[in-house]
Every structure is written in C-alpha cells, then in structure tokens.
C-alpha cells in the first residue's frame, strides 16, 4: 500500500495536465526558497521516495514531467490516461491494472505449476 495518495490531476489553462497543486506547500516552498532552501538542496537530501512523489505532486509538477523524474511510478500514464480518457479515479485504474497483472502473471505461471505439482494445465483455470 502505498504511504500517500496519487494526486488529483487537472488540465490547466495551457492544456497541460498537472497534479493539483497544494499552495500552502507552494508558499512554503517559495518561503524557503528565499532563504536558500530550494528544489536543489531538496533533490540532494535523503529523503524517503514516497515522500518525493508526493512533493513533486503538490508543487504542482506538469505530468509529463513528473514522469521524467527518477522517482516517480511506472504506472503515471496508465492512471493519468485513464482519469483524462474515461473519467476514472485513481484508484479505478490502478485496480484494472492491479487485475491485468494478476491476470497476467496468473497465465504465465501456469505452465510451470502445471509441471512442478504435476498437475494437467487445463485443470488449473
């Protein structure tokens, strides 16, 4: 389970889709900023990845960009396609994806459990 929740996204007025940005961690930001504490002394801390993906997400980070980061999840695209093309939440994509692997991974095993238990493939659907 993951330690935060995805970020709601939007399309801004330039048509860029962004994560919806917290502006009280904005202000802070900005406030820390000033005194020499920006992204880059944050980039070189040691902080928790979830923590990042977070933080990338209510600053307000573009989704194309969010994607390019070292940090961010595999799955961004699928999740944010699937809120902008159908109009589902978060947690709906990811559970189909969550299905599709399962699915998946279900098929592939199915052979060598067919061989180590000795069982035939067709008894184990």
């Given at each position: 389970?993951?330690?935060?929740?995805?970020?709601?996204?939007?399309?801004?007025?330039?048509?860029?889709?962004?994560?919806?940005?917290?502006?009280?961690?904005?202000?802070?930001?900005?406030?820390?900023?000033?005194?020499?504490?920006?992204?880059?002394?944050?980039?070189?801390?040691?902080?928790?990845?979830?923590?990042?993906?977070q933080f990338a997400q209510l600053i307000g980070y573009?989704?194309?960009?969010?994607?390019?980061?070292?940090?961010?999840?595999?799955?961004?695209?699928?999740?944010?396609?699937?809120?902008?093309?159908?109009?589902?939440?978060?947690?709906?994509?990811?559970?189909?994806?969550?299905?599709?692997?399962?699915?998946?991974?279900?098929?592939?095993?199915?052979?060598?459990?067919?061989?180590?238990?000795?069982?035939?493939?067709?008894?184990?659907?």
């Open positions: 389970m993951k330690k935060h929740p995805l970020q709601f996204v939007a399309e801004d007025k330039h048509g860029t889709w962004r994560f919806n940005q917290n502006k009280i961690v904005n202000d802070l930001l900005e406030f820390a900023s000033e005194r020499g504490f920006d992204l880059n002394e944050i980039a070189m801390r040691d902080y928790d990845i979830e923590d990042r993906r573009s989704v194309s960009g969010y994607g390019d980061l070292s940090y961010s999840e595999s799955d961004i695209w699928e999740i944010v396609q699937g809120i902008k093309e159908e109009g589902k939440s978060a947690q709906q994509v990811e559970l189909e994806i969550l299905k599709d692997r399962f699915s998946r991974l279900k098929e592939a095993m199915k052979e060598p459990v067919s061989e180590i238990f000795d069982i035939h493939i067709d008894d184990l659907d």
